[in-house]
């Protein structure tokens, strides 16, 4: 097997998809996010933007390539796929879609289903400036590294708030990447890479579905 196979065999592993089916989500705005990874020289790395500072929600943060659910959309993964090309050009069929996971409630009370995928590692950005400042990748096993880990002993959808400084080498710029980004982005790491970081996730790998269905509960029984 293959990277791409083994890291693809990994998630399934983990998350069947349909975790959440049975679960009675009441009618709240949705939202989806995609979370883009690629190989590059034998390694997983992840695809994040920096908002327009324009913009009226978390300007000028890192996030992934993601929105509010239209009433066009077919379903979540949809939402996902139809934002990326939106915000970054990301054509839907150069997107090989892993699966869902499982979805979080963020501090506006949107129901976010973060989509992992798989896109090319040849993919060059095109961000609508109105909404999307800059395009970068990094290691994927950069969130599961104590050193660039600062958590905060914040509560929030996961646990501590997590929160990274990450310098991109090409550029010199440093990012911070935190929050619900962070939070979403050390739950791919550690679901593709199968390996646990050594500081606090929030969630059991033996059984994730687990955590994240109590955290969900925890966020409902306030909305
Ligand atoms: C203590 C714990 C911290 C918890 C909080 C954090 O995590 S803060 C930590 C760091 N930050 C993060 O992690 C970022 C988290 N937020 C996100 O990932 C994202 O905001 C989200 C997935 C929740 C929702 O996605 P978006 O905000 O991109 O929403 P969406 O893309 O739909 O719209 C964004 C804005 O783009 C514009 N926009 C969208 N579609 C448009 C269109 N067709 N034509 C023109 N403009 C458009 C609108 O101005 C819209 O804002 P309006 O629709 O408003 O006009
Ligand atoms: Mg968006």
């Known amino acids: 097997m293959d990277l791409k196979e083994k890291t693809i065999a990994s998630f399934k592993k983990y998350v069947s998809g349909d975790e959440f089916s049975q679960l009675k989500l009441p009618v709240i705005p949705k939202a989806s996010v995609l979370i883009p990874l690629l190989v590059r020289d034998g390694q997983l790395r992840l695809l994040l933007t920096v908002r327009s500072i324009?913009?009226?929600?978390?300007?000028?943060?890192?996030?992934?390539?993601?929105?509010?659910?239209?009433?066009?959309?077919?379903?979540?993964?949809?939402?996902a796929l139809?934002?990326?090309?939106?915000?970054?050009?990301?054509?839907p069929d150069k997107v090989e879609v892993i699966c869902k996971l499982f979805p979080v409630i963020?501090?506006?009370?949107?129901?976010?289903?973060?989509?992992v995928a798989f896109i090319?590692?040849?993919?060059?950005?095109?961000p609508n400036t109105d909404e999307v400042s800059e395009v970068f990748t990094l290691p994927l096993e950069f969130f599961t590294k104590e050193a660039d880990h600062s958590g905060y002993p914040v509560p929030s959808v996961f646990g501590p708030t997590?929160?990274?400084m990450y310098t991109d080498p090409s550029t010199g710029k440093i990012h911070q990447i935190w929050g619900l980004t962070a939070a979403l982005a050390i739950t791919a790491a550690v679901l593709a890479l199968g390996k646990k970081?050594?500081?606090?996730?929030?969630?059991?790998?033996?059984?994730?579905?687990?955590g994240f269905k109590d955290i969900l509960n925890r966020k409902l029984s306030k909305l």
């Open 106 to 115: 963020n501090k506006t009370g949107l129901l976010i289903t973060p989509v």
């Open 54 to 79: 324009h913009l009226k929600q978390h300007a000028g943060e890192v996030c992934f390539p993601g929105g509010k659910s239209e009433s066009g959309d077919r379903d979540e993964v949809h939402t």
């Open 120 to 126: 090319e590692d040849s993919f060059k950005a095109s």
């Open 82 to 91: 139809r934002e990326a090309e939106e915000e970054i050009g990301l054509p």
């Open 197 to 210: 970081p050594e500081f606090e996730i929030g969630f059991n790998l033996d059984n994730p579905a687990s």
């Open 162 to 164: 997590h929160s990274f």
